[in-house]
């Protein structure tokens, strides 16, 4: 069982940056497949970006060049840096695991881009 806890969504104004955190549980974090994905309102859950156990990197083409996913595995974490965050960026952001070929969520972070 891995479990997975999300932090540092918010309120920003188009333009601004934010920084998500995702700490996953377990000893084997460098070997999971990790990723993050949104959700907004009355639309179907999408993949955000995607980082491998070698640092194999994939992003939706709507973030491209705006998102950067990390991790350090000394710190069992996971970053997505946003920045110039636009308003159609609103969304719950949940942090995924693929590991053991089982598939963990967390309870994701609210981030709205609003002025």
């Known amino acids: 069982q891995v479990q997975l806890v999300e932090s540092g969504g918010g309120l920003v104004q188009p333009g601004g940056s934010l920084r998500l955190s995702c700490v996953a549980s377990?000893?084997?974090?460098?070997?999971?497949?990790m990723a993050w994905y949104r959700q907004a309102p009355g639309k179907q859950r999408e993949l955000v970006a995607r980082?491998?156990?070698?640092?194999?990197?994939n992003y939706a083409d709507s973030v491209k060049g705006r998102f950067t996913i990390s991790r350090d595995n000394a710190q069992n974490t996971v970053y997505l840096q946003m920045d110039s965050l636009k308003p159609e960026d609103t969304a719950v952001y949940y942090c995924?695991?693929?590991?053991?070929?089982?598939?963990?969520w967390g309870q994701g972070t609210q981030v709205t881009v609003s002025s």
């Open positions: 980082i491998t156990s070698v640092d194999r990197l």
């Open positions: 995924h695991a693929y590991v053991a070929l089982r598939d963990y």
């Open positions: 377990g000893r084997s974090f460098s070997f999971y497949a």
